[in-house]
């Protein structure tokens, strides 16, 4: 199956502080998602991008389909962004399809 | 509209108890993804339901099962519990099956076999 590699594992920046997470992953896909999960366990969707470049408030991610990588940028970090960042990704293989997650980055913000 | 819901929010059962989980995805929603989340393994996949089927299985034992009604909700069942089944259950909706939907996560179940 596809694997999916996230870096770093873990990030402690200093609040206004901007950051970039990479997410690898070694086969064609037809979704990629980043996911935010909080500190009560809830996934919650950043951003649906198989190709190309999107932007929502401070955060904006571009993924490279054709070189296999994705990255989330976070500009002027705020202590709630703090959690962990998950990638996944998913590849049509006809009704064999299912997300597979990275292992994820572990953003801390300090105040 | 409101998002995916999972009941219970927390669950405590001893080894050898079977355990049944809800989920309930986005008005309109018709697929539903089961995940199980451990500090070991990670996010992995359990099964996926679309219009009452089962459309696609992760690989775990078959101790591990669910279904889902004609109203899209969905249940998955642990039977025999092991120590090892202790772990976050998420649950996610999208409009339909396939790899081009977006997935919506529910709050998840955390389950703790004692």
């Known amino acids: 199956g596809i694997q999916v590699e996230q870096s770093p594992p873990d990030l402690i920046l200093q609040e206004g502080a901007n950051s970039t997470l990479r997410c690898n992953f070694s086969?064609?896909?037809?979704?990629l998602q980043w996911f935010h999960q909080n500190p009560w366990g809830q996934l919650i969707n950043l951003f649906y991008?198989?190709?190309g470049t999107k932007q929502n408030g401070r955060l904006s991610a571009t993924t490279v389909a054709t070189e296999r990588y994705s990255l989330l940028y976070i500009s002027s970090s705020q202590t709630t962004d703090s959690g962990v960042y998950f990638c996944?990704?998913?590849?049509?293989?006809?009704?064999?399809?299912?997300?597979?997650f990275g292992t994820g980055t572990r953003l801390t913000i300090i105040p | 509209k409101a998002g995916v819901t999972q009941t219970p929010r927390y669950l405590i059962k001893t080894r050898g108890q079977q355990v049944t989980l809800s989920c309930s995805p986005i008005?309109?929603?018709?697929?539903v993804s089961w995940y199980q989340q451990t500090p070991g393994q990670g996010l992995q996949f359990l099964f996926e339901?679309?219009?009452?089927?089962?459309?696609n299985k992760g690989n775990f034992p078959g101790r591990f099962s669910g279904r889902q009604f004609s109203n899209s909700r969905s249940e998955m069942n642990v039977s025999t519990l092991e120590l090892g089944d202790s772990a976050l259950y998420l649950c996610?909706?999208?409009?339909?099956?396939?790899?081009?939907?977006?997935?919506?996560f529910g709050p998840g179940t955390r389950l703790l076999v004692l």
């Open positions: 996610a909706s999208s409009p339909w099956a396939g790899s081009q939907e977006t997935q919506y």
């Open positions: 991008i198989p190709s």
């Open positions: 339901y679309f219009s009452e089927t089962q459309r």
């Open positions: 008005s309109g929603h018709r697929s």
């Open positions: 086969d064609s896909v037809n979704n």
């Open positions: 996944a990704v998913e590849r049509r293989n006809f009704g064999n399809e299912k997300l597979t």
